[in-house]
């Protein structure tokens, strides 16, 4: 039988799965910098854009992290009766687990830290198997992984086996629905492109989406300083003699570009 030792405060002991869950947040929600979505400032209670220039002043407490999953729905695969069951189990480990222990109560008991140890690796596997996460960046959460990783620049063949994977399946969208492939950094080192359905051109210039309803496709950065370019040729390319291109250009427009003054590669004629 395991005990801890008798009157002897154990906080620490439970300090990393606390982390942990911490770490895993973060993670998660970094898959989405630069992509126009709003995080609240670090000592502050504005919002402001969560970018990689500004990241130095964003908040990355518990509590911001769980509210910023909990507003952006298009972060999940899970639908929102089961996100509000996560979001809800998130919020009261950072109560009870958290906030009490680390601000108020000291622990003791074994029994205490079991109950923490087990709480933490039920929201390892809602948060793994709830948030929109891709085997390819599961994998590059590993510390690891970085040596894993084949150094190369982005090809036609990936954005190709990419889009056919997605358009080959059921395409439950509205072709009335603009469409853009949004390119952005993914942290300092990789490239994404997002395919997103939109409302539209903020100001005419930026993007306003609406949804990111398939995987993104995400390379590293290491040939390439700027991908916009090639990225535009690959979807014209594939526009042109893409298996599927007839399923895309169902679509009333197709943008392509960064998260400002992205392009028109696609527009249908409409009679």
């Not at 130095?56 to 089961?82: A, F, R």
């Not at 390892?124 to 190369?152: C, D, H, Q, W």
Request: net charge positive; glycine share 6%; with cysteine.
């Amino acid at each position: 039988m395991r005990c801890s030792t008798s009157g002897i405060e154990q906080t620490a002991i439970i300090a990393g799965y606390i982390k942990s869950i911490e770490q895993l947040l973060y993670q998660i929600i970094r898959l989405s910098i630069n992509s126009g979505k709003k995080i609240r400032k670090k000592n502050d209670r504005i919002f402001i854009q969560y970018s990689t220039d500004n990241e130095d002043d964003i908040d990355y407490t518990l509590g911001s992290m769980i509210q910023y999953v909990k507003y952006y729905s298009e972060l999940w695969e899970i639908k929102n009766p089961e996100r509000r069951f996560v979001i809800d189990a998130l919020s009261k480990y950072r109560i009870k687990c958290r906030n009490d222990h680390f601000h108020r109560d000291n622990i003791h008991k074994m029994s205490d830290i079991d109950e923490i140890r087990n709480q933490t690796f039920v929201l390892f596997a809602l948060l793994l198997g709830g948030t929109r996460l891709s085997k390819v960046e599961i994998v590059n959460m590993l510390p690891y992984s970085k040596f894993r990783e084949e150094k190369g620049s982005l090809a036609y063949n990936d954005v190709e086996k990419w889009l056919d994977a997605i358009l080959a399946g059921d395409n439950l969208l509205n072709p009335e629905i603009t469409v853009c492939f949004m390119v952005t950094g993914h942290g300092v080192d990789k490239w994404k492109i997002d395919f997103c359905t939109v409302n539209g051109l903020k100001d005419n210039k930026y993007i306003d989406v609406k949804s990111f309803p398939y995987r993104s496709l995400i390379w590293p950065k290491s040939r390439e300083k700027d991908a916009e370019g090639k990225v535009i040729t690959y979807i014209q390319q594939y526009l042109d003699q893409g298996i599927w291109r007839d399923k895309l250009k169902q679509h009333n427009k197709i943008f392509v570009g960064k998260f400002a003054n992205p392009v028109i590669v696609y527009e249908k004629n409409i009679k």
